[in-house]
């Protein structure tokens, strides 16, 4: 088990290629950053391209991790946490993204190692942004029988089981699985919890993989598959702002400028994307004026 740890740490440091964020997410400490190809984009564990060979090995890992799991705990288990009854959120997730951001956010943790990809790179971990004490909360639809948790990343946790009657269950942390000596039923929550060391010693949280192993009711009807995200008014906002964030950069592409300087001083910056020229910003440094050289045509419907 220390050899596979080992190994899926190195091969954490992969290179990637993401889009800017709005607000740059904080370099993990612990390791040094590699090249990327453009040097405008960060570069962060959890995404493995399409021609690197050893997402071959990760899956492979994977799949033991499972069957090591079963072969351990002797007890049949199913990820309740991948089931149409559980619903998950997340304390943040990396560069103040939104929840179901494709880069780090949180359904990642719950794809069952598949990943998203995304412009040629596929990402399958949850990062948190790299303040407080991080956390994910599983909810179910209906009470069920937990016996494990296990979490696949660089981290340590603990795990809290709340009941539909009100009593809770706390664990001590660990690195890599919790197993209760006795299933537990009624569970109606699972919160993750993931210690302010794990942040301080590794420089970030990276989340691959969540199971909570266990067992539903004969007559509770259920499908298999994605968890849903449990969204507040806030959660829904961030992510109608991330989709306009990703159409613009679908639509119009990169944004260049160009800056000259008139006889009298005024600065006329033209910025320029897609091809296009799409806005015009005269200033001389009191007065400013702006120029949109586009506009937008509602679609018909």
């Known amino acids: ?6 190994i899926c740490l190195c091969l954490a440091m992969i290179v990637i290629q993401e889009p800017e964020p709005k607000e740059a997410p904080q370099e993990p400490t612990h390791r040094p950053v590699p090249h990327s190809i453009d040097p405008r984009v960060p570069v962060f564990a959890g995404a ?6 050893r997402a071959k090995v990760l899956e492979l890992e994977r799949r033991l991790r499972e069957l090591e799991a079963r072969l351990e ?6 990820n309740l946490a991948r089931t149409t009854l559980a619903r998950v959120s997340a304390s943040s997730v990396n560069g103040d993204r939104a929840a179901d951001d494709p880069y780090y956010g949180i359904l990642n943790a719950f794809d069952d190692g598949t990943g998203r990809e995304v412009r040629g790179n596929v990402y399958s971990s949850w990062m948190p942004s790299n303040r407080g004490e991080p956390w994910i909360d599983v909810e179910f639809d209906e009470p069920l029988v937990v016996h494990t948790v296990q979490v696949d990343g660089q981290c340590s946790f603990s795990a ?3 009941r539909e009657n009100g009593e809770e269950l706390l664990t001590r942390s660990v690195t890599e699985r919790v197993r209760l000596e006795e ?16 942040v301080q010693l590794l420089g970030s949280v990276d989340v691959r993989e969540v199971r909570v192993l ?10 298999q598959g994605a968890p849903r995200l449990r969204l507040n008014a806030q959660g829904a906002e961030a992510i109608a702002r991330g989709d306009w964030e990703r159409w613009q950069n679908e639509v119009l592409g990169d944004l260049r400028a160009t800056t000259i300087r008139d006889s009298d001083g005024t600065w006329i910056v033209t910025l320029r994307s897609g091809g296009r020229d799409v806005m015009r910003v ?5 007065k400013k004026t702006v120029e949109p050289l586009i506009e937008l045509v509602p679609i018909e419907r």
């Open 1 to 6: 088990m220390m050899m596979t740890c080992s």
């Open 48 to 53: 493995i391209t399409d021609s690197d060979p």
């Open 73 to 78: 705990d002797g007890r049949p288990g199913l």
């Open 160 to 162: 809290q089981l709340i």
């Open 183 to 198: 299933p537990l039923s009624g569970v109606v929550r699972v919160r993750i919890r993931f210690g302010a060391s794990s």
């Open 214 to 223: 266990g067992q539903v009711p004969e007559d509770v009807a259920f499908e």
């Open 282 to 286: 005269t200033t001389d440094g009191k």
